[in-house]
């Protein structure tokens, strides 16, 4: 295949060949192996990925050459393919057959498509199941899961990882060569088992061993998880239990730890295929898929050795599992939720991200979603790209007539007819390729962060405190709240770099680390803001409550301390503003912490109920920053308006003014800047632009008024 191939700068198309061969040559001077995608421009190179998951192992043979024609004259670039065929290439144990593989490949190598291979460690085949019954997970209730679905194994199991690697292997030999391919997905979204964790013999011998490595010793053990509590303390690894049903809640030092082998099980398990791909596929790239901001596992330990985070993106599925378990929702909080799963994946490595799978039709297995609204596809695939996306795939080619997603609904009807948003995907691609690789690779300025720590988040989860708290939740309504546009905001770790940003905000910022407090205290007096949300600081990174006044190794730095924390469940509290918020006042919803300032300014307090007229937000000046706690739950608009407040003290510049649920996002390179706006509403709106802009896939130009329709999506550059 000579598909042509655009560097970063988007200035000098260069030849598959020509570049193969040119980057290999400084590479092997070098001495090094880097994937052929990652190679020595410095940004990633990579042939414009708009593309279908495509399963040739579901259709006929006779059909696969007008498959990938009409892929290709649809416009797409790339499929994904056999991440769920283990059973065709290895139908017994040890005997492969990569033939129907091989000329599936080549036909659509013929027709220009590049191809992205699965590894199929998702769904093992019946004959493996049944000969290895040990490699099944274990959900949180003690019970086996059974074959006759999917992600049904353990992460830990020796059999499983040994057999897993060895397709990998095989597939890596066949088709490292093969024309056409460009690169790996690793298994198939390990944060979607139907239990979150796996709690097997293999697992508990697995956690055993994870803890003698962390610990050292059973004494460093017993101390850091206060074993001695219900008698539990261990004179032996073996004794070590996973936190399965026993009569009373787990130890919570153990509990997070075992969410933290879980995570480490999963990542150790995708690099142990990585580490094969890399040996015999030095040419490729090597990615996995999953739904971004599940907690299930640390995705940023997960993609840590992979080249770049693939997300998969259902909006209209989603919408109908939200409705299905009847959470309240308003009108655009579908949008935001995915806007934020899509900043979350671009944060991952800091780079674009792939949507591995995007909605093309009516989604689910046994229900499903409707048709999405004529526009909606391409307002989704823009989505993508305004957050950060550099390559889309629609999921998925044609619709299953057989198999457990029949209704999972694709390009192709199940009479091969095309879908109902086939055109809609047609023009999309048109426009996206159309703006270019320069676009597409390019950053996205974010002067804003928000924490995203998986500590505090399973922490939480182990004992949430308030049968209604979720770390999930608070991030959620932060997010929304910091910029009502979803514009302009990274997720960043507690120990991440944060120097790029003016303000970051840590809602329940529950476990803290000496050393992130330290962090936090340095990047406060280099000019940072910092608001933390009520119960933070609350505990060690052993789940143990901290010894000092709360918030613990935040409360100098805050000014403050809390007096009493108060989970609320009757009547909602109420704050009232003071100082720079002066003016208004707000609803408080599920928690209340009752500040005794020491040294900080008092922004909020408490109307209602024994603690009212009791600090509830502080600001402390330290250096030449300002740290801030929020020590009340505040909802809504009072929550948007609050933190909206901070930003502009830090001097954030926030984006145009938009209407609600119309969003506004920028990406830049090489100076040039490309505004998004999208619709995500059903109603034709408008927004005012400041100065000239050129819409760059149409090139009309406007001037103040930008007329956006129901479920719109436009990109303007500036002049
Ligand atoms: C994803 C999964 C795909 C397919 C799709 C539709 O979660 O990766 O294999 O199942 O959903 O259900």
Same mark, same amino acid.
């Given at each position: 295949?000579?598909?042509?191939?655009?560097?970063?700068?988007?200035?000098?198309?260069?030849?598959?060949?020509?570049?193969?061969?040119?980057?290999?040559?400084?590479?092997?001077?070098?001495?090094?192996?880097?994937?052929?995608?990652?190679?020595?421009?410095?940004?990633?190179?990579?042939?414009?990925?708009?593309?279908?998951?495509?399963?040739?192992?579901?259709?006929? =043979?006779?059909?696969?050459?007008? %498959?990938?024609?009409?892929?290709?004259?649809?416009?797409?670039?790339?499929?994904?393919?056999?991440?769920?065929?283990?059973?065709?290439?290895?139908?017994?144990?040890?005997?492969? =057959?990569?033939?129907?593989?091989?000329?599936?490949?080549?036909?659509?190598?013929?027709? +220009?498509?590049?191809?992205?291979?699965?590894?199929?460690?998702?769904?093992?085949?019946?004959?493996?199941?049944?000969?290895?019954?040990?490699?099944?997970?274990?959900? #949180?209730?003690?019970?086996?899961? /059974?074959?006759?679905?999917?992600?049904?194994?353990?992460?830990?199991?020796?059999?499983?990882?040994?057999?897993?690697?060895?397709?990998?292997?095989?597939?890596?030999?066949?088709?490292?060569?093969?024309?056409?391919?460009?690169?790996?997905?690793?298994?198939?979204?390990?944060?979607?088992?139907?239990?979150?964790?796996?709690?097997?013999?293999?697992?508990?011998?697995?956690?055993?061993?994870?803890?003698?490595?962390?610990?050292?010793?059973?004494?460093?053990?017993?101390?850091?998880?206060?074993?001695?509590?219900?008698?539990?303390?261990?004179?032996?690894?073996?004794?070590?239990?996973?936190?399965?049903?026993?009569?009373?809640?787990?130890?919570?030092?153990?509990?997070?730890?075992?969410?933290?082998?879980?995570?480490?099980?999963?990542?150790?398990?995708?690099?142990?295929?990585?580490?094969?791909?890399?040996?015999?596929?030095?040419? /490729?790239?090597?990615?996995?898929?999953?739904?971004?901001?599940?907690?299930?596992?640390?995705?940023? #330990?997960?993609?840590?050795?992979?080249?770049?985070?693939?997300?998969?993106?259902?909006?209209?599925?989603?919408?109908?599992?939200?409705?299905?378990?009847?959470?309240?929702?308003?009108?655009?909080?579908?949008?935001?939720?995915?806007?934020?799963? /899509?900043?979350?994946?671009?944060?991952?490595?800091?780079?674009?991200?792939?949507?591995? !799978?995007?909605?093309?039709?009516?989604?689910?297995? +046994?229900?499903?979603?409707?048709?999405?609204?004529?526009?909606?596809?391409?307002?989704?695939?823009?989505?993508?790209?305004? /957050?950060?996306?550099?390559?889309?795939?629609?999921?998925?080619? %044609?619709?299953?007539?057989?198999?457990?997603? !029949?209704?999972?609904?694709?390009?192709?009807?199940?009479?091969?007819?095309?879908?109902?948003?086939? =055109?809609?995907?047609?023009?999309?691609?048109? =426009?996206?390729?159309?703006?270019?690789?320069?676009?597409?690779?390019?950053?996205?300025?974010?002067?804003?962060?928000?924490?995203?720590?998986?500590?505090?988040?399973?922490?939480?989860?182990?004992?949430?405190?308030?049968?209604?708290?979720?770390?999930?939740?608070?991030?959620?309504?932060?997010?929304?709240?910091?910029?009502?546009?979803?514009?302009?905001?990274?997720?960043?770790?507690?120990?991440?770099?944060?120097?790029?940003?003016?303000?970051?905000?840590?809602?329940?910022?529950?476990?803290?680390?000496?050393?992130?407090?330290?962090?936090?205290?340095?990047?406060?007096?280099?000019?940072?803001?910092?608001?933390?949300?009520?119960?933070?600081?609350?505990?060690?990174?052993?789940?143990?409550?901290?010894?000092?006044?709360?918030?613990?190794?935040?409360?100098?730095?805050?000014?403050?301390?809390?007096?009493?924390?108060?989970?609320?469940?009757?009547?909602?509290?109420?704050?009232?503003?003071?100082?720079?918020?002066?003016?208004?006042?707000?609803?408080?919803?599920?928690?209340?912490?009752?500040?005794?300032?020491?040294?900080?300014?008092?922004?909020?307090?408490?109307?209602?109920?024994?603690?009212?007229?009791?600090?509830?937000?502080?600001?402390?000046? @330290?250096?030449?920053?300002?740290?801030?706690?929020?020590?009340?739950?505040?909802?809504?608009?009072?929550?948007?308006?609050?933190?909206?407040?901070?930003?502009?003290?830090?001097?954030?510049?926030?984006?145009?003014?938009?209407?609600?649920?119309?969003?506004?996002?920028?990406?830049?390179?090489?100076?040039? #800047?490309?505004?998004?706006?999208?619709?995500?509403?059903?109603?034709?709106?408008?927004?005012?632009?400041?100065?000239?802009?050129?819409?760059? @896939?149409?090139?009309?130009?406007?001037?103040?008024?930008?007329?956006?329709?129901?479920?719109?999506?436009?990109?303007?550059?500036?002049?």
């Amino acid at each position: 295949m000579e598909q042509d191939l655009v560097t970063e700068a988007g200035v000098r198309p260069v030849s598959r060949r020509a570049f193969i061969e040119g980057s290999l040559a400084v590479v092997g001077a070098a001495g090094l192996q880097l994937p052929l995608w990652a190679q020595p421009l410095g940004r990633p190179v990579l042939p414009l990925l708009f593309g279908v998951d495509y399963y040739p192992d579901h259709t006929p =043979e006779s059909l696969w050459e007008e %498959d990938a024609r009409m892929i290709a004259d649809a416009g797409l670039t790339n499929v994904r393919i056999a991440e769920f065929a283990w059973g065709l290439m290895e139908p017994s144990e040890g005997k492969f =057959e990569f033939g129907w593989l091989k000329k599936s490949c080549d036909i659509l190598n013929k027709n +220009k498509i590049a191809i992205i291979l699965g590894t199929p460690s998702a769904a093992p085949p019946p004959w493996l199941s049944k000969k290895y019954p040990e490699i099944m997970e274990v959900d #949180e209730k003690g019970q086996k899961l /059974h074959t006759g679905g999917r992600r049904f194994t353990c992460p830990s199991n020796k059999t499983y990882r040994r057999l897993s690697v060895a397709i990998a292997t095989e597939m890596a030999k066949n088709f490292s060569d093969t024309p056409g391919v460009i690169g790996w997905q690793i298994d198939n979204e390990m944060t979607l088992g139907s239990s979150r964790r796996c709690y097997c013999d293999y697992c508990q011998q697995g956690f055993q061993d994870w803890v003698r490595t962390k610990y050292g010793s059973l004494d460093k053990v017993n101390q850091a998880w206060g074993t001695v509590f219900w008698s539990q303390t261990y004179t032996d690894f073996s004794q070590i239990p996973v936190p399965l049903p026993s009569g009373g809640d787990p130890n919570p030092g153990l509990a997070l730890d075992y969410d933290r082998y879980q995570s480490y099980a999963n990542a150790s398990f995708i690099e142990e295929q990585l580490a094969v791909l890399r040996k015999l596929c030095p040419k /490729h790239f090597v990615t996995t898929n999953n739904v971004s901001l599940l907690d299930v596992i640390d995705l940023r #330990e997960h993609y840590a050795k992979l080249d770049f985070a693939s997300l998969d993106n259902y909006p209209g599925f989603f919408d109908m599992l939200m409705r299905e378990s009847k959470v309240e929702m308003p009108p655009d909080a579908i949008s935001a939720m995915i806007a934020m799963s /899509h900043d979350f994946a671009r944060c991952i490595k800091r780079k674009p991200f792939m949507i591995m !799978e995007e909605q093309s039709g009516k989604a689910g297995q +046994k229900t499903f979603s409707p048709q999405p609204a004529p526009g909606q596809v391409r307002l989704w695939t823009y989505q993508a790209v305004a /957050h950060g996306a550099m390559g889309v795939n629609y999921f998925r080619w %044609d619709t299953a007539t057989f198999g457990a997603e !029949e209704y999972w609904h694709g390009m192709l009807n199940h009479d091969r007819s095309k879908s109902p948003a086939f =055109e809609e995907m047609k023009q999309t691609v048109r =426009e996206l390729k159309g703006l270019g690789q320069e676009l597409l690779y390019s950053e996205y300025p974010a002067e804003m962060a928000l924490v995203f720590d998986y500590n505090s988040s399973w922490a939480v989860s182990i004992q949430p405190q308030h049968f209604a708290l979720s770390y999930m939740n608070q991030v959620t309504a932060w997010y929304g709240s910091i910029s009502p546009n979803h514009s302009g905001v990274d997720f960043v770790a507690p120990d991440g770099d944060w120097s790029a940003y003016k303000i970051v905000y840590a809602p329940l910022a529950h476990v803290i680390t000496a050393a992130q407090a330290e962090k936090i205290k340095s990047y406060v007096q280099n000019g940072g803001v910092f608001v933390a949300g009520f119960r933070s600081g609350v505990k060690n990174e052993s789940s143990q409550m901290v010894k000092t006044p709360l918030p613990g190794l935040l409360a100098e730095l805050m000014g403050t301390t809390v007096e009493d924390y108060v989970p609320i469940y009757g009547a909602k509290q109420s704050v009232k503003f003071a100082g720079m918020l002066a003016g208004w006042a707000a609803e408080c919803g599920l928690w209340a912490d009752v500040l005794k300032p020491n040294g900080a300014e008092v922004l909020g307090t408490y109307t209602t109920g024994s603690y009212a007229g009791k600090p509830a937000i502080t600001m402390n000046n @330290v250096g030449k920053g300002k740290a801030v706690y929020v020590g009340a739950d505040v909802t809504g608009e009072g929550l948007a308006n609050l933190l909206g407040k901070f930003a502009g003290m830090a001097g954030v510049k926030q984006s145009l003014q938009a209407p609600r649920g119309v969003e506004v996002t920028v990406r830049r390179a090489g100076g040039k #800047e490309w505004m998004f706006l999208l619709n995500n509403g059903a109603e034709a709106t408008s927004v005012t632009v400041p100065g000239g802009f050129r819409d760059a @896939v149409s090139g009309k130009a406007y001037s103040e008024k930008v007329e956006l329709k129901g479920f719109d999506a436009r990109v303007l550059l500036a002049g």
